[in-house]
């Protein structure tokens, strides 16, 4: 039947096209669902971490993404107050030898809509889902300007992003973390700072953070962090731009980077709480990136971690032709590693950006001790959700051991 699909992915962003194309590739007959006919600039994620990368690797994306739109940074640059700044190497330093595969998220969303339908997965664009049935043939209501349709598939995943429908149609409980930090960011071109190297800088005062990374063709994405409790001015829409620029020199860039930039996208702040689904997997549907976890984009895992979402539902459904067993594997997993990336992240926020006299406190006690044992901190770019993240691995982070 015309309409009938092996896996039908509502959503195609980075979550949904990779994996279309990936299964494609394989022979799966999958229909794409995308609700936009153009992708438009908005604040969102654009760093893959090198952990990250070795996902789009075994993927096959990272050849294609650095041909077109993709840009390599080698190097992190970190700044915490009068301190000396501290210069990384990323690929000398981190396990796989990757550094940051940073990009425009609208080129890259277009590119692997372009690559899925190359590999034979059928893209729609410009309609919207309107419901999905789980069941042993799961069931997807759409229409269109002048139509409506009902579809079937062996599966539906939901690729629709952190306010996902999907979700919400499959009765997934979605929990989500206290609200604690906000983050705004824009897109400049033109900063003084170099294309190799990402500026990361905090106040040891405020405990507010700015960082920027290069995108390529002289843009940069620039983000300021800050704890809800310590600010209250908002930053968003183009009329905030001084006010973005002058947060970002108080939380310790230089004045001087901003002075030939223009703001060239759009400047829009939001909440930064985790929020997750246990075991996102049901009878017919499940959910992968940011529809099944929102990491706290503070710390830059968010892509990373939907390429591996990508990459594990890929291989489970190639592996095994009951894909309830595969789809329940996949759940599995992804309790598992986005629970240890969850655990680690909120010790980062806890020691890092937490104010109030005990977070001082426990800055003092411990931020010494992780400068002369730098054994005791947490590579999250160069590990992911591998790096140790058990009692005996918070204990030894904040120096309790």
Partial sequence: MINTYDIIIVGGGLAGAALAKSLAEAGVRVLVLERTTRFQDRV?????????????????????????????????????????????????????????????????????????????????RGLTVTGVAAGKTATVTMRGRAYA?????????????????????????????????????????????PEESAQVSTNPVTRQKASIFPIGGNRFRSYFVHHKGGMRRHLSGSQRAGA??????????????????????????????????????????????????????????????????????????????????????????????????HRILGWQLALQLEIGPEADVRRARVLPRHAAEPWRTIDIHGFGPEAPSDEAARRRYFVED
């Avoid at 992003?161 to 071109?189: C, I, Y």
């Avoid at 067993?325 to 629970?339: N, S």
Wanted: proline share 4%.
């Fill in 44 to 124: 969102r994620g654009e760093v893959v971490s090198p952990w990250g990368v070795t996902e789009a690797k075994t993927l096959g994306l990272y050849e294609p993404l650095m041909q077109t739109c993709g840009h390599m940074v080698r190097w992190t640059t970190t700044l915490n107050g009068q301190a000396p700044s501290k210069r990384r190497d990323l690929i000398e330093t981190t396990p796989y030898h990757n550094g940051f595969l940073d990009f425009y998220h609208a080129a890259m969303q277009n590119v692997l809509l372009e690559l899925a339908a190359s590999a034979g997965a059928e893209v729609r």
């Fill in 149 to 193: 349709e009902e579809l079937t598939a062996r599966l539906v995943v939901g690729a629709d992003g952190r306010n996902s429908q999907v979700r919400t149609w499959g009765g997934f409980a979605v929990e989500r973390d206290p609200e604690r930090l906000k983050m705004a960011g824009t897109l400049h071109e033109g900063l003084a700072i």
């Fill in 244 to 341: 973005f620029v002058e947060a970002c020199v108080h939380a310790g860039m230089a004045a001087e980077w901003y002075q030939q930039a223009e703001m060239v996208g759009p400047l829009a702040e939001f909440e930064c709480a985790e929020m997750w689904v246990k075991h996102p997997s049901r009878k017919g549907i499940v959910l992968i990136g940011d529809a099944a976890a929102v990491s706290d984009p503070t710390f830059g895992q968010g892509l990373a971690l939907t390429l591996r979402d990508v990459r594990v539902l890929r291989d489970h459904l190639l592996a095994n032709d009951n894909w309830d067993e595969a789809t329940e594997c996949y759940a599995q997993e992804h309790d598992r590693y986005f629970g240890a990336l």
